[in-house]
Structure formats: structure tokens, C-alpha cells
């Protein structure tokens, strides 16, 4: 599109610069010779002029298909707006398209005459994402491709678990990817998506990225990971296609010195470690042999939190299954459930996680969302040195606080919480009303202020957050659990359901073992609200315990 806008200047200029010539020769028919002159100049003339209307027709048949392509996509995509957006590839390349595509558009027909569309187009245009949406659309799907564990053709091709849109990534797209993660010096990522980009180009897909600007950044990428020899490799056919590229002339060079000294050093390095080697060949075995016994305590956080969302390292033995049990609960005969307990579900024993089914009912859910959406803003956190609430890249969801005095559903459902858990709600938060985005999560954290935050909650007056109550209000197709990576446990998100547990012990000590995170969002549309319940009011109703750990 860019390349047709530019082509209309050209020929103006080349008009200009005929006519101009034209008027510098006067008394043209004095000579025929001069005379023939013109007729060649005219000819030439005709034939911008021709090739400026396949310009214009060429640019309106662009507007076409486009649009054509548009009507199809938005009306599938608006006949089920959250399951359409709840594929992340979809949501990446809605951000991608009214980010960038449509300005593109925009600059396409800015020469027609079709003012009602350009000013409406331009007025809406201020609503659209920006370029940090685009950008946090593409930190998205990196992040998913890591957590689960993805390659790039599945990611690109679409095929993840659970989706009803299936969408295909185009070259463009795949570089896009590739060029967010150089922009971060993610060099490692940017090597997948270029080689993605790369592959569809080599297997016949049109574009008009072409192969040398692919490669120029996949040879780059590569080189900045250590490995040379490939690097090369992609430099070299790189130049196969470009002969005269400046800048990969000088990087084979570089690289072709780079490996002749890395390979002498090799050599040396080799036969100073051959004997080191067979001596150390025992231990080593012995070593590998106890790593392949550690238990999941000695895998770092990071790797935990990413293998459980992947349902891998769960740590729930069959013994301690076993004593995990289901019931109907009414709360030491609580009034409101006498006659019509509810389902109650042990999720863990350490910490005590339990989950209520069918605790919330559809139309519910439905008020509570209504109410949240137009007051949802990106979700802070508290920082631990300031106290000040603050967005951070690990929170990436929009929330809402709903009052009880607001409406009468919020106040049904804090009066359920108090009634089900025995515990005073006049002294906890508003009830929390979250929506998480494309790849949407919540780093492993505390919900409860630690003794190096003694000024946590100091302006809410109420304590520390005694216990957590949670909501899921959507099913997620695929990710978006709720894991606590300390002790291996993993719960699912469940629509109807709430999981609750205590965060801090009996004594008032804060319980560790309930660091949690939620995972990211791979297919679906996560809605979730929460009530952090506070120490303060309920001296008689959870009486302080006499050891630490009670």
C-alpha cells in the first residue's frame, strides 16, 4: 500500500520535470526535428498517464479486497465477540490491524474523494490502540509460546487447544513478532519468528517482506546467541539472493575470522580437557544421578510456576488424595443453608484450599460483569517500598471495585461470602471485579503484607489480608489456572465456582506456602472477582492461635 501512494508523486514529478522541459525549448516548429522530440516526450506521457490510472485501479481493487475480507472477518468475529478475541493470535492481529493496517488504509485513499469515510476514520482513529498495544499484543504471544511450551509454526498456523476461530499468522505478522523481540534484545525469540517468517516465504506465501530482510535479521540474531557457524550459514544465503548487501559482506567476513579463531582455540582447549575428562567421568555420572532425584523444591520459581500452568509437576500424592473429600456444607447449620447446603470440594491440604460449586448463579455473573466493564482500568500493584499502587508488566488484566451499596447483587454476595466462611465483611476490600487480556496473568506474589511491608494496608486501617476468596465467572479453554508453585498445587478456573483459603495462620503469621500466581491465558476469556478478607473484626470469630504455624 505504502508502494502505490508512493508511485502518484513519481509520475507528477516525471510530468513536471517533461512539461518543464518542454517549456525550455520555444520555437519547436522550426524544427521538425526538435518536433519529433515531442512526439517521443508525449508518448512517454501517455504512458505515465496509463500507468497512473493501473495505479488508481489497482489501489481501489486493494480497497476492495480488503474490505471484502473485513465484512467476512467482523461478522464471524462479532457473532461471539469473547470467544473470537479469546484466541490470542486474534487478538494480536486485531491490535496489529487497527494499530497499523488501517492507517495504511487511511494513507491509501486520502487522495479519493470519499471525505465522509476519511473523517470518520480520522475522528475514530483516536480510540484506536497504539502502538504500546500492538507491542504488548506481541509481548503476549511470546509470553504464551514460553509458558506453554509452543513453537512458532503451531502459534502461527493457529492450532491451539480449544479455539473456535481459527486464524492463520501471515509473514507479516511473524515478522512483527520477530522485530518487538530485537527491540528488546530477546534475540532468541526473534531467531523463531524470523525463521517462522522465512519458512512461509520459502513455502510460496506472498508478501511484500522479501527474504533478504528476513534473513538479514535471523543471521543477526543467531550471531548474538554465540552460535557463528549458522550465523554464517544464513549470511551466506543470504548474499546468494543480494549480492551487494553492504552490511552482510562485512558480517561474513567477520564471521568467517570469528570461527578460524574460535576453531584454534577449540583445538587447544580439547586437548588440555581430554585427560580432565576420563578423570571426571565417575563423578559426574554419580552427580547426574542425584540431580535426577532432586525433588521440585530445587527448581527455581520461574520454572515451576511455567511447568504447573502447563499441568506438569503437580505434587499431590495418591496417600494425601486420598484424604481429599467432597461434602455438602451449611457452616455449623448456617440459616441461609440449612435447607439447601452447598457443594463443597477439598483442591489442596497444605495450604487448606476448598472449592464451592455453583456457588454463584449465571444471571449473577452476568450483573457483576456488567456493572465492571465500564470502570475496568489496568490492574496495579502495591509497591512494596512505597506503598503506592502501580501497574507492573507481571499483572497484565484491567479491574474494577464494585460497593455493596451499589447494587443488591454485590450485596448478596458479600453477605454469601460472610455466611459460608464465618468471617466479618465489613472490614474487607470492595469485591474486585477482574478481566484478563491477551495472555493475561499474575506473576507468583502474596496476597498478604509480609513483615518487611509492615505499612502493606496501613491506610485501609483493617490488618492484614487474613484470607482470599475467589470467583471464576468465565471457563478458559486452555491456561489461566491459578497455581501456587511452593507447594506444586494447581486449580482450574471453573465458572460458578469460588476457591478460598487462609493466608495468614491462626497466630496472625503470614502462611508462605500460599504463594500464588495465575497463569497466562492461552484460548479464552478469563473473568474472575475476588474479595481479600482483613484481620481486623474477627478476633471472635477466628480466634488467635498459641504456636506460629496454628
Given at each position: 500500500?505504502?508502494?502505490?501512494?508512493?508511485?502518484?508523486?513519481?509520475?507528477?514529478?516525471?510530468?513536471?520535470?517533461?512539461?518543464?522541459?518542454?517549456?525550455?525549448?520555444?520555437?519547436?516548429?522550426?524544427?521538425?526535428?526538435?518536433?519529433?522530440?515531442?512526439?517521443?516526450?508525449?508518448?512517454?506521457?501517455?504512458?505515465?498517464?496509463?500507468?497512473?490510472?493501473?495505479?488508481?485501479?489497482?489501489?481501489?481493487?486493494?480497497?476492495?479486497?480488503?474490505?471484502?475480507?473485513?465484512?467476512?472477518?467482523?461478522?464471524?468475529?462479532?457473532?461471539?465477540?469473547?470467544?473470537?478475541?479469546?484466541?490470542?493470535?486474534?487478538?494480536?492481529?486485531?491490535?496489529?490491524?487497527?494499530?497499523?493496517?488501517?492507517?495504511?488504509?487511511?494513507?491509501?485513499?486520502?487522495?479519493?474523494?470519499?471525505?465522509?469515510?476519511?473523517?470518520?476514520?480520522?475522528?475514530?482513529?483516536?480510540?484506536?490502540?497504539?502502538?504500546?498495544?500492538?507491542?504488548?499484543?506481541?509481548?503476549?504471544?511470546?509470553?504464551?509460546?514460553?509458558?506453554?511450551?509452543?513453537?512458532?509454526?503451531?502459534?502461527?498456523?493457529?492450532?491451539?487447544?480449544?479455539?473456535?476461530?481459527?486464524?492463520?499468522?501471515?509473514?507479516?505478522?511473524?515478522?512483527?513478532?520477530?522485530?518487538?523481540?530485537?527491540?528488546?534484545?530477546?534475540?532468541?525469540?526473534?531467531?523463531?519468528?524470523?525463521?517462522?517468517?522465512?519458512?512461509?516465504l520459502e513455502e510460496g506465501e506472498e508478501s511484500p517482506l522479501d527474504k533478504v530482510t528476513v534473513l538479514d535479521y535471523l543471521s543477526y540474531a543467531i550471531y548474538q546467541q554465540g552460535d557463528l557457524k549458522r550465523a554464517l550459514e544464513y549470511t551466506k544465503k543470504l548474499l546468494q539472493?543480494?549480492?551487494?548487501?553492504?552490511?552482510?559482506?562485512?558480517?561474513?567476513?567477520?564471521?568467517?575470522?570469528?570461527?578460524?579463531?574460535?576453531?584454534?582455540?577449540?583445538?587447544?582447549?580439547?586437548?588440555?580437557?581430554?585427560?580432565?575428562?576420563?578423570?571426571?567421568?565417575?563423578?559426574?555420572?554419580?552427580?547426574?544421578?542425584?540431580?535426577?532425584?532432586?525433588?521440585?523444591?530445587?527448581?527455581?520459581?520461574?520454572?515451576?510456576?511455567?511447568?504447573?500452568?502447563?499441568?506438569?509437576?503437580?505434587?499431590?500424592?495418591?496417600?494425601?488424595?486420598?484424604?481429599?473429600?467432597?461434602?455438602?456444607?451449611?457452616?455449623?447449620?448456617?440459616?441461609?443453608?440449612?435447607?439447601?447446603?452447598?457443594?463443597?470440594?477439598?483442591?489442596?491440604?497444605?495450604?487448606?484450599?476448598?472449592?464451592?460449586?455453583?456457588?454463584?448463579?449465571?444471571?449473577?455473573?452476568?450483573?457483576?460483569?456488567?456493572?465492571?466493564?465500564?470502570?475496568?482500568?489496568?490492574?496495579?500493584?502495591?509497591?512494596?517500598?512505597?506503598?503506592?499502587?502501580?501497574?507492573?508488566?507481571?499483572?497484565?488484566?484491567?479491574?474494577?471495585?464494585?460497593?455493596?451499596?451499589?447494587?443488591?447483587?454485590?450485596?448478596?454476595?458479600?453477605?454469601?461470602?460472610?455466611?459460608?466462611?464465618?468471617?466479618?465483611?465489613?472490614?474487607?476490600?470492595?469485591?474486585?471485579?477482574?478481566?484478563?487480556?491477551?495472555?493475561?496473568?499474575?506473576?507468583?506474589?502474596?496476597?498478604?503484607?509480609?513483615?518487611?511491608?509492615?505499612?502493606?494496608?496501613?491506610?485501609?486501617?483493617?490488618?492484614?489480608?487474613?484470607?482470599?476468596?475467589?470467583?471464576?465467572?468465565?471457563?478458559?479453554?486452555?491456561?489461566?489456572?491459578?497455581?501456587?508453585?511452593?507447594?506444586?498445587?494447581?486449580?482450574?478456573?471453573?465458572?460458578?465456582?469460588?476457591?478460598?483459603?487462609?493466608n495468614l495462620f491462626a497466630s496472625g503469621e503470614g502462611d508462605y506456602s500460599t504463594r500464588h500466581a495465575a497463569c497466562p491465558v492461552l484460548v479464552g476469556n478469563k473473568w474472575v472477582s475476588n474479595k481479600w478478607i482483613h484481620e481486623r473484626g474477627q478476633e471472635w470469630r477466628r480466634p488467635c492461635g498459641l504456636s506460629e504455624n496454628e
Amino acid at each position: 500500500m505504502h508502494r502505490t501512494r508512493m508511485e502518484l508523486p513519481c509520475w507528477c514529478l516525471l510530468l513536471l520535470s517533461c512539461l518543464e522541459s518542454l517549456s525550455a525549448n520555444n520555437d519547436f516548429f522550426t524544427s521538425i526535428g526538435q518536433m519529433t522530440d515531442l512526439l517521443y516526450t508525449e508518448k512517454d506521457l501517455v504512458t505515465s498517464l496509463k500507468d497512473y490510472i493501473r495505479a488508481e485501479e489497482n489501489k481501489l481493487e486493494q480497497v476492495k479486497r480488503w474490505a471484502d475480507r473485513l465484512d467476512s472477518l467482523t461478522s464471524t468475529a462479532t457473532q461471539d465477540p469473547e470467544g473470537f478475541l479469546g484466541h490470542p493470535v486474534n487478538a494480536f492481529k486485531l491490535m496489529k490491524r487497527l494499530n497499523t493496517e488501517w492507517g495504511n488504509l487511511e494513507s491509501l485513499v486520502l487522495s479519493d474523494t470519499t471525505d465522509g469515510f476519511i473523517s470518520n476514520l480520522t475522528i475514530q482513529r483516536q480510540y484506536f490502540p497504539t502502538e504500546e498495544d500492538q507491542t504488548g499484543a506481541a509481548k503476549a504471544l511470546l509470553r504464551l509460546q514460553d509458558t506453554y511450551n509452543l513453537d512458532a509454526n503451531t502459534i502461527s498456523t493457529g492450532d491451539l487447544p480449544g479455539v473456535k476461530h481459527k486464524n492463520r499468522m501471515t509473514v507479516e505478522d511473524c515478522y512483527e513478532l520477530g522485530k518487538v523481540a530485537y527491540a528488546e534484545a530477546d534475540y532468541y525469540h526473534t531467531e523463531l519468528w524470523m525463521a517462522q517468517a522465512l519458512r512461509q516465504l520459502e513455502e510460496g506465501e506472498e508478501s511484500p517482506l522479501d527474504k533478504v530482510t528476513v534473513l538479514d535479521y535471523l543471521s543477526y540474531a543467531i550471531y548474538q546467541q554465540g552460535d557463528l557457524k549458522r550465523a554464517l550459514e544464513y549470511t551466506k544465503k543470504l548474499l546468494q539472493l543480494d549480492p551487494e548487501h553492504q552490511r552482510a559482506n562485512g558480517n561474513q567476513k567477520y564471521f568467517e575470522f570469528q570461527l578460524e579463531k574460535q576453531e584454534k582455540q577449540d583445538e587447544t582447549a580439547e586437548k588440555e580437557t581430554q585427560q580432565q575428562d576420563r578423570e571426571k567421568r565417575d563423578t559426574t555420572q554419580k552427580k547426574k544421578k542425584k540431580q535426577s532425584q532432586k525433588s521440585l523444591s530445587l527448581i527455581p520459581e520461574r520454572k515451576k510456576y511455567e511447568m504447573l500452568c502447563r499441568g506438569e509437576g503437580v505434587r499431590m500424592t495418591s496417600r494425601r488424595q486420598s484424604r481429599l473429600f467432597c461434602r455438602y456444607y451449611d457452616n455449623k447449620h448456617n440459616p441461609r443453608f440449612v435447607l439447601a447446603p452447598v457443594k463443597q470440594q477439598d483442591e489442596w491440604d497444605r495450604p487448606y484450599i476448598v472449592r464451592y460449586i455453583d456457588i454463584i448463579s449465571e444471571a449473577e455473573m452476568d450483573k457483576i460483569k456488567q456493572l465492571a466493564k465500564p470502570r475496568l482500568r489496568r490492574a496495579t500493584i502495591s509497591n512494596p517500598v512505597t506503598g503506592v499502587l502501580e501497574t507492573a508488566p507481571y499483572r497484565i488484566s484491567k479491574s474494577a471495585w464494585l460497593t455493596a451499596y451499589e447494587d443488591p447483587v454485590v450485596e448478596k454476595i458479600n453477605q454469601r461470602i460472610e455466611d459460608l466462611t464465618g468471617l466479618e465483611m465489613d472490614t474487607a476490600e470492595e469485591l474486585q471485579v477482574a478481566n484478563y487480556g491477551v495472555g493475561g496473568q499474575y506473576e507468583p506474589h502474596f496476597d498478604f503484607g509480609r513483615k518487611d511491608e509492615p505499612d502493606a494496608f496501613k491506610e485501609l486501617g483493617t490488618g492484614n489480608r487474613i484470607a482470599t476468596w475467589l470467583f471464576y465467572m468465565s471457563d478458559v479453554s486452555a491456561g489461566g489456572a491459578t497455581v501456587f508453585p511452593d507447594v506444586g498445587a494447581s486449580v482450574g478456573p471453573q465458572k460458578g465456582t469460588a476457591v478460598f483459603w487462609y493466608n495468614l495462620f491462626a497466630s496472625g503469621e503470614g502462611d508462605y506456602s500460599t504463594r500464588h500466581a495465575a497463569c497466562p491465558v492461552l484460548v479464552g476469556n478469563k473473568w474472575v472477582s475476588n474479595k481479600w478478607i482483613h484481620e481486623r473484626g474477627q478476633e471472635w470469630r477466628r480466634p488467635c492461635g498459641l504456636s506460629e504455624n496454628e
